[in-house]
């Protein structure tokens, strides 16, 4: 049996606010305080693959997403108390 996990990648592309990209890196980061492994990708593609098809249940989400005031994540951002995870893949490489 094939897992989930384990099958063809695709390649997308997200455009989103720069808090909530924030907040990705912290979700990481628990994952990590948690003793799991993971990346970004893995973690977006479970919180998709968690969520059920039900119409009023994705409206109810996107209704409560797009209430929220632009301050929302912001108490986020300082927590010390979550590991910091580097991130994976190729580095850029910067000149000064």
């Known amino acids: 049996m094939e897992l989930l996990c384990h099958q063809q990648r695709r390649t997308t592309s997200v455009l989103w606010p720069e808090d909530v990209?924030?907040?990705l890196n912290i979700l990481v980061r628990a994952a990590a305080a948690a003793g799991e492994r993971t990346s970004r990708a893995e973690l977006l593609?479970?919180?998709?693959?968690?969520?059920?098809?039900?119409?009023?249940?994705?409206?109810?989400l996107l209704h409560?997403?797009?209430?929220?005031?632009?301050?929302a994540l912001t108490s986020d951002q300082d927590r010390n108390d979550l590991p910091v995870v580097r991130a994976s893949g190729p580095r850029r490489i910067t000149s000064t």
Not at 48 to 58: F, G, K, L, S
Not at 64 to 71: A, C, E, M, N, V
Request: net charge negative.
């Open 21 to 23: 990209d924030r907040r």
């Open 45 to 60: 593609a479970a919180l998709v693959a968690a969520v059920e098809v039900e119409p009023e249940q994705v409206a109810a």
């Open 64 to 71: 409560q997403y797009r209430s929220l005031p632009g301050d």
